[in-house]
């Protein structure tokens, strides 16, 4: 009987209302991908690197709802959605590289990778799939809920974002265990977030 060839299972957890996680093929080589994704932080090299990995790797998306990230918490909703991406891969993996310290419970050996994305190619390879995927779903919510800045923000509490949650309220897309939420349905003030270094 003949293996599967080995793969990966690895996560970015998104700070959005939507939680993705991607495995891929660890045969990432002709891809020539770039250890880390802050080397692909402008979408249109980000889009271009995606592309690449697509045509070179088995990729498994596993996802969470913000109703099962507010009901169980985000850490076991990154677990569960770990999970899904692995089932999605349509091959049993030999081996799972998680990018964080916390790896989920598999049908296949898993490790934790802290700062997986600097360290692995495939994790590396997985966190651009991953951004990519994660911006363009928060563009097109940004275009049915205009308002909110999704389309630029795309899911950070920037100040737009913020000032857009006291005035507008929160929307289904919205983690209500997230605290700027929590703070903007009770009716108090939130901050932005500090700027972030560009991914």
């Not at 070179?56 to 991406?85: K, T, Y």
């Not at 495939?122 to 995927?133: C, E, F, G, L, N």
């Amino acid at each position: 009987m003949q293996r599967s060839p080995p793969s990966e299972a690895i996560s970015d957890v998104a700070p959005s209302p939507i939680l993705r996680r991607i495995a891929t093929h660890e045969n990432l080589a002709p891809c020539r991908i770039s250890p880390s994704r802050k080397n692909a932080a402008a979408s249109s090299a980000a889009s271009t690197r995606s592309g690449e990995i697509r045509r070179c790797a088995v990729i498994g998306i596993g996802a969470a709802s913000v109703r099962e990230i507010d009901r169980i918490n985000i850490l076991r909703a990154s677990l569960l959605a770990m999970q899904r991406a692995v089932h999605a891969l349509g091959i049993l993996p030999d081996a799972a590289l998680v990018d964080g310290n916390i790896a989920p419970a598999l049908p296949c050996r898993a490790q934790a990778v802290i700062g997986g994305d600097g360290r692995s190619l495939s994790i590396a390879a997985a966190s651009i799939v991953a951004k990519v995927m994660r911006d363009q779903i928060m563009r097109e919510l940004g275009r049915r809920y205009a308002g909110y800045g999704w389309e630029s923000n795309v899911g950070y509490a920037t100040r737009e974002h913020c000032e857009a949650l006291m005035a507008l309220g929160a929307t289904i897309h919205h983690r209500r265990s997230f605290a700027p939420v929590r703070v903007a349905l009770a009716g108090g003030t939130i901050e932005p977030e500090l700027p972030l270094e560009s991914d």
